[in-house]
């Protein structure tokens, strides 16, 4: 299917072809990426499967799991430009009540490849999954490696305000001089994104859950406001993306909205159809998506749900913890 939106080509079939602002592709992604030219590609950013045992995935063995994603990687080093980056986001792989924490895994599988890490970015947020015998895990890391060392880097896009931006020097040269930059700071890999907040390694980005304007039927969707910073950070206006594991589309809508040009490929087809219908969405102003920048929700300290229950307070705490 080839459309064309307000001036936007779209393209959702099963194999590549060039000359689309967006294109979505319905397959096996090293069937796909055969098929793409060598360094053609600005920015590699995916979440793949994690081999967790989720229902969006079959179970491999974790080291047959670990050569197919280094396959993949083969693929994505070479279509990726000599100034491109690729930004891997992954979690942790339990087994057995046990935590592989795969960006130590993937990082090796990285360096083989010849690759330069230049951050290791972690991504905070809020709600998940509930463990019972260990601490509950509320926490991805994004791994961003480029292929050379002349890379797209654009600072500017991504500064925030100076946190205090009077600070004068207190000795030497600088003393009694302003000693931050006017145009912002440089945000490190400590991400936690509350207003437009870029200062720390950590960024704190609500996951999509039930009740995120951007939730669909993926059980692990990526916000597109991740995405988003990464494309400004690592591209310019006009570049091709590349998510080799697209899901819903988070990336293409990334891609979109920051200008660029996308291509993403899934084998879950009932995916591929929510990723076009949501670049249709966006390209028509319709898509519900978080505000970029959206202040993450602090309570006041009156709601209710801050509340102890009454029953906790009457009732046997056995009646209430298993």
């Not at 291509?263 to 591929?272: A, I, L, P, Q, W």
Request: aromatic share 10%; glycine share 8%.
């Amino acid at each position: 299917m080839e459309i064309q939106l307000h001036g936007k080509k779209i393209r959702y079939s099963e194999d590549f072809k060039e000359g689309f602002d967006t294109a979505i592709i319905h397959n096996d992604v090293l069937s796909v990426l055969n098929t793409l030219p060598n360094e053609s590609v600005a920015l590699i950013v995916t979440s793949p499967p994690y081999n967790i045992g989720k229902p969006y995935e079959s179970p491999l063995e974790f080291q047959d799991y670990l050569r197919w994603q280094t396959a993949v990687l083969q693929e994505c080093v070479r279509i990726l430009k000599p100034n491109g980056s690729i930004c891997w986001e992954v979690g942790n792989y339990v087994s057995d009540g046990e935590v592989f924490p795969l960006d130590v895994y993937f990082y090796t599988i990285m360096k083989g490849l010849h690759l330069k890490m230049r951050n290791r970015i972690v991504w905070h947020f809020r709600h998940g999954l509930h463990a019972s015998k260990r601490f509950s895990g509320r926490y991805e890391t994004i791994l961003w490696f480029t292929k050379g060392d002349r890379y797209v880097f654009n600072l500017d896009a991504v500064r925030v305000p100076q946190k205090y931006p009077g600070k004068l020097g207190y000795k030497g040269d600088s003393k009694g001089r302003p000693t931050g930059n006017p145009r912002g700071m440089n945000p490190s890999d400590k991400w936690e994104i509350v207003l437009r907040d870029w200062e720390n390694e950590l960024w704190d980005i609500p996951n999509v859950k039930s009740n995120h304007p951007e939730k669909t039927i993926h059980p692990c969707q990526f916000p597109i406001e991740l995405i988003e910073r990464l494309v400004l950070a690592l591209t310019n206006e006009g570049d091709v993306i590349f998510d080799p594991f697209v899901g819903v589309g988070s990336s293409l809508v990334a891609g979109l909205e920051q200008n660029r040009k996308s291509v993403g490929v899934d084998k879950e087809k009932n995916y591929t159809d929510i990723a076009f219908a949501r670049v249709t969405e966006a390209i028509n102003g319709k898509l519900k998506r978080r505000e970029f920048g959206k202040p993450v929700h602090q309570p006041k300290g009156n709601e209710k749900i801050l509340r102890v229950p009454e029953e906790w307070k009457t009732a046997k705490l056995s009646k209430w913890v298993q």
